[in-house]
Every structure is written in C-alpha cells, then in structure tokens.
C-alpha cells in the first residue's frame, strides 16, 4: 500500500508562486509514476503534469511554460516526493490539487485518472484577481 500526502497548498493573488510538495511511500518496485491533478467542484479532474521514474515530464497545454513538475528519489527506494513549481498563478488556477502514483509508466495520455491506484487528500489552491 503507497501512502500520499499533498501539502503547500494557499490562497495568493494573481501573478504569485506557490510550490506544492507530494510524499508517497510505501513502494515496493523502482518503476513508478507520479502525478498531479486538480478539481473544481462540479467538474472532472484535470491532468496537469507527470513525471516518470527516469525523471521524463509532461505538462498540460493549460500549465506548460508555467508549472514544473519534479522529484526527490530517496535512495530508500520505498519513498518518492514529487512537486510542483506554480508560477505566473491564474484565477482558473483555483482548484483542488491531486496527487496521484501508480507502478510503471506514466502512459501517453495525462487524463488518466482511472490508470493511478493511490491518491492524497489534495491541498487546497485559491487564486484571487
């Protein structure tokens, strides 16, 4: 069983920064995926970035050139911490923020919600114009 805590989350004003942190662990294999998705109430989730074992990212159209996605590989390899780097924060920004991790690739696709086995909580971001 993989455990996820999102935290960083905030309330900011249009144009700040914000970094959110994921922790999972509890991995039994190297070979993993991690992820980042937000929800606005009433709708879907959205994918925004992943980030593969080997370090290989993906962003949505709605967040490249603004957010980074990273991680810290512990040489105890039970452990993994992804974040993500807001910058140049939008009101649409507004969401609930997901961290999700699976074994394996990341896959092509970033709204793959269905495919990630372990999910946090999420941390809350609120952007204000």
């Known amino acids: 069983q993989v455990e996820v805590v999102e935290s960083g989350g905030d309330s900011v004003q249009a144009g700040g920064s914000l970094r959110l942190s994921c922790v999972a662990s509890g991995y039994t294999e190297r070979r993993r995926c991690m992820a980042w998705f937000r929800q606005v109430p009433g709708k879907g989730r959205e994918g925004i970035a992943s980030?593969?074992?080997?370090?290989?990212?993906?962003?949505?159209?709605s967040v490249k050139g603004r957010f980074t996605i990273s991680q810290d590989i512990a040489q105890v390899t039970t452990k993994n911490t992804a974040y993500l780097e807001m910058n140049t924060l939008k009101p649409e920004d507004t969401a609930m923020y997901l961290c999700?991790?699976?074994?394996?690739?990341?896959?092509?696709?970033?709204?793959?919600?269905?495919?990630?086995?372990?999910w946090g909580k999420g941390t809350q971001v609120t952007v204000s114009a």
């Open positions: 980030i593969e074992w080997t370090g290989v990212a993906k962003y949505a159209d």
């Open positions: 999700a991790t699976d074994y394996g690739d990341c896959g092509r696709t970033l709204n793959n919600e269905a495919w990630y086995t372990y």
